[in-house]
């Protein structure tokens, strides 16, 4: 059964400026199968990958390189994508200034109840659900046509133009990766692109962490896969707080400013059945320092059937993923209780 989303909260800025020493009660994390909040883990040795050397003309070299990174960590960071690090200064820059604006400017573009555009903070589908301590700014940018300009900020000015010029950059890195994607498994290159659509929906989330008197007891973000088929995660340059499980163990993700930290989503995996992971991340909270981050999501067009490629199919590798239509109908309803949408679609 679909949530219905129950009421639209305060949001986190306003709960620490409401100056408590506690998170209330409904933003404490239970610790579940995903395991405690643990701040102590060790960096993950997550590879670091020169996109600019995947062209046609590549070595297998760096497309196994490319394979065993989405086989085993579901992530890499990806360095030399072509976004001029001016531009990425710029997403950062103009993400902290809206953060940053009287609350009543920021209302102008707030998400209304059910809906995912817009500013707010985590949607409430469940009574005992645990909230996570992360205000965002969520925003269709492709197809164009489906764009709700009006929670698009005009303050700051350059919102609009810098959110326009990234992600066009995004969109033709997102073509090249899903390229080399498909030939490090020995598929047609355009198979992904083809399967995703051509009004595949490209969303981009700012997050914003305020500070939090007990990173001890609440989540930034819950422990979740994406939803999506691809993520491209901007990470905060001076801030950690990402953390990604590998065979069942927590890893922190190290900060590279100048790169784009790419996540598989659950609907990678499922096409690819199982051969790429959409790995279970989590953020933590920290109480000296804000984070911002911002994520870009590419997500399969609506109505797309999303199912394991009949190549990737075997006696030795049977059939793992029922075929699925419009994933994201239901995955926060998965997500909002820390569970995990694509277990559902295993067969
Ligand atoms: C996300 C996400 C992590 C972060 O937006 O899906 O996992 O560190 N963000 O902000
Ligand atoms: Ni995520």
């Known amino acids: 059964m679909a949530g219905v989303e129950l009421e639209n909260g305060k949001t986190v800025q306003e709960l620490v400026e409401d100056g408590r020493n506690e998170p209330p009660n409904n933003y404490i994390w239970e610790s579940d199968n995903f395991g405690i909040i643990d701040a102590s883990v060790p960096f993950g040795d997550i590879p670091v990958i020169d996109i600019s050397l995947l062209n046609n003309s590549s070595s297998s070299e760096v497309l196994d390189k490319l394979r065993s990174a989405l086989s085993s960590w579901g992530c890499f960071q990806a360095v030399n994508h072509g976004i001029e690090n001016s531009l990425l200064e710029e997403v950062r820059g103009v993400s902290k200034e809206f953060f940053q604006l009287p609350m009543t400017e920021k209302q102008k573009y707030a998400r209304k109840t059910g809906q995912c555009d817009g500013y707010g903070n985590d949607m409430i589908l469940f009574q005992n659900q645990t909230l996570d301590w992360n205000d965002r700014l969520y925003l269709l940018v ?14 700051p ?33 355009d198979c992904f692109s083809r399967k995703f659509g051509k009004r595949r929906l490209i969303e981009a989330r700012f997050n914003y962490y305020p500070l939090c008197p007990r990173p001890d007891l609440a989540l930034g973000f819950k422990p979740h896969g994406d939803g ?41 995996e499922i096409t690819t059945n199982g051969i790429f992971k959409s790995p279970v991340h989590t953020a933590l909270t920290n109480s000296n320092k804000a984070r911002h981050t911002m994520a ?42 820390a569970k995990r949408p694509i277990d559902a679609v295993k067969i």
């Open 296 to 337: 870009v999501f590419s997500t399969p067009e609506p109505g797309k059937v999303i199912e394991p490629l009949g190549e990737l199919i075997s006696d030795k590798r049977p059939r793992l993923y029922k075929a699925i239509t419009d994933y994201m109908d239901t995955y926060f309803d998965f997500i909002q209780q």
């Open 157 to 189: 000015q350059s919102f609009r133009r810098i959110l326009n010029e990234y992600s066009a950059k995004i969109q033709q890195v997102e073509e090249h990766l899903l390229k080399f994607m498909a030939r490090s498994l020995c598929l047609e290159e």
């Open 142 to 155: 492709s197809p164009e046509d489906d764009r709700k300009l009006e929670y698009w900020p005009q303050n």
């Open 228 to 268: 999506s088929a691809i993520t491209f995660l901007l990470q905060d340059k001076e801030v950690e707080g990402l953390q990604v499980l590998k065979d069942d163990q927590w890893f922190h993700v190290p900060i590279i400013p100048c790169a784009l930290f790419v996540i598989v989503g659950d609907q990678m």
